[in-house]
C-alpha cells in the first residue's frame, strides 16, 4: 500500500511538473483575437488563435483558460486580446482569464449629433464600419424591435460618452446606444403619456435651434403653438437634414424634400437629430407663451429675442443684422 501511495503521489508530482514545463513554453507565434461582448465561447477565442498561428494546442488551452475562469469566479471580458510570441502559454492563460486587453476607445457623442455623424465619428475613432452601423440604424428588423414608426433609429441613440472596442459589431453599439436612450425615456417626467415619436422629433428641432440650455423651453413653447395652430414650423435645420448645404431660395421652395417645413405642415417624418435629455424634457413641457417666433440676438449672448407677432418679428431681424453690422 505505501509503495502505491508513493507511486500515485509521484505521479501526481510529474503531472504538475510537466504541466509547468509546458506552460512555460512560448506561444507558437504572434496573433490577436476579439471577444465580442455577446461572445462566451472560450473555444472559439482558442481556436482563432490557434487558426492565426499564436497557439497550437486547442484542447489543453481551452481546458486552461476555462478552469481559470472557474477558479476566479470571472466570465471573458470584451475587448481585443494580442498574443505575441515572447509571452509563456501561462501569460496567455493569465491575460485572458484576467482580461487583459487593449483598452477601450472612449467615444462622445453630443447632443444633436445625426446618425450620419455618429457612424462618422465610430468609424474616425474605433475603425467601426459606418455603412454597417447606418444599415443597422435603418433597418425593417431594428425599427420594429424599439417600436418605432420613423424612418430610421435617428433621434433615438442617446447622446453620452461610451467605451467601446476597436472594430466592435455596429449592431452592438447602436443597441448599446438605443438601450441608454430607452433607459433615459422611462424615467423622464411625463414621457409616458406622449408619443415618443412625435416628442422626440419636436424636441430635434428644439435641440438643433437652441444654442442655450435655458431657451430649450421657450423655442419648444413657440413650436408648440404653430403646431397648436397650424402654422408651419418654417425650421431651418429640417432643411438641412442629411444635407450638407447652405439653405437658398431654391431650398425653401422644394415640396419634394418631406423634411421642408416651409412647405409641409406639422412635424417632419421622423427626428432630425439625437436630442440631449433637456431638449426631450422641454419638447414634453413646453413653456407656455404665446410667442410664434424667434430670431438670434446677434449680440453675442448665443440668445434669441422671441415675438408674438410678424411685424414685432420683423424689427427682431433688423435688430440682429444691424448688431452683425456692427460687430
Not at 488563435?49 to 497557439?55: M, N, V
Not at 467615444?107 to 474616425?124: C, D, N, V, Y
Not at 430635434?204 to 419648444?220: H, M
Not at 418631406?258 to 422641454?282: D, E, K, S
Request: net charge positive; proline share 4%.
Amino acid at each position: 500500500m505505501r509503495r502505491i501511495g508513493l507511486t500515485a503521489g509521484g505521479f501526481c508530482v510529474a503531472v504538475v511538473i510537466a504541466s509547468a514545463v509546458y506552460l512555460s513554453q512560448h506561444a507558437a507565434g504572434t496573433g490577436s483575437v476579439l471577444v465580442e461582448r455577446t461572445q462566451y465561447s472560450v473555444a472559439s477565442v482558442v481556436d482563432e488563435l490557434c487558426a492565426g498561428g499564436a497557439l497550437d494546442n486547442p484542447r489543453f488551452m481551452t481546458f486552461a483558460i476555462k478552469a481559470g475562469l472557474r477558479l476566479t469566479g470571472r466570465n471573458l471580458t470584451p475587448g481585443w486580446y494580442h498574443v505575441t510570441a515572447d509571452q509563456s502559454l501561462l501569460d496567455v492563460i493569465g491575460m485572458i482569464v484576467y482580461g487583459r486587453r487593449e483598452p477601450l476607445v472612449k467615444i462622445t457623442i453630443p447632443e444633436g449629433f445625426t446618425m450620419f455623424q455618429i457612424a462618422s465619428r465610430l468609424k474616425s475613432r474605433a475603425q467601426i464600419d459606418s455603412a454597417a452601423f447606418l444599415s443597422w440604424a435603418t433597418s425593417v428588423n431594428t425599427l420594429q424591435r424599439y417600436k418605432l414608426a420613423s424612418p430610421s433609429m435617428e433621434g433615438a441613440l442617446l447622446p453620452a460618452t461610451y467605451h467601446v472596442i476597436r472594430s466592435e459589431s455596429p449592431k452592438v453599439i447602436g443597441t448599446m446606444m438605443a438601450d441608454e436612450f430607452n433607459r433615459m425615456w422611462n424615467a423622464l417626467d411625463g414621457a409616458m403619456s406622449r408619443s415618443r415619436d412625435s416628442v422626440i422629433t419636436l424636441a430635434s428641432i428644439v435641440q438643433k435651434e437652441a444654442v442655450r440650455s435655458d431657451e430649450l423651453p421657450t423655442i419648444a413653447g413657440v413650436y408648440a403653438n404653430r403646431l397648436r395652430i397650424g402654422m408651419r414650423l418654417e425650421a431651418d435645420p429640417t432643411l438641412q437634414y442629411g444635407r450638407d448645404l447652405t439653405i437658398t431660395r431654391a431650398d425653401l421652395r422644394d415640396a419634394t424634400n418631406r423634411y421642408n417645413t416651409y412647405q409641409h405642415q406639422g412635424l417632419p417624418p421622423g427626428p432630425i437629430c439625437n436630442p440631449g435629455r433637456g431638449a426631450i424634457q422641454a419638447a414634453i413641457s413646453p413653456e407656455s407663451h404665446d410667442f410664434l417666433f424667434f430670431v438670434a440676438r446677434g449680440d453675442g449672448t448665443r440668445g434669441h429675442r422671441f415675438a408674438r407677432s410678424y411685424a414685432e418679428h420683423l424689427n427682431n431681424v433688423a435688430i440682429y443684422r444691424a448688431m452683425l453690422a456692427r460687430r
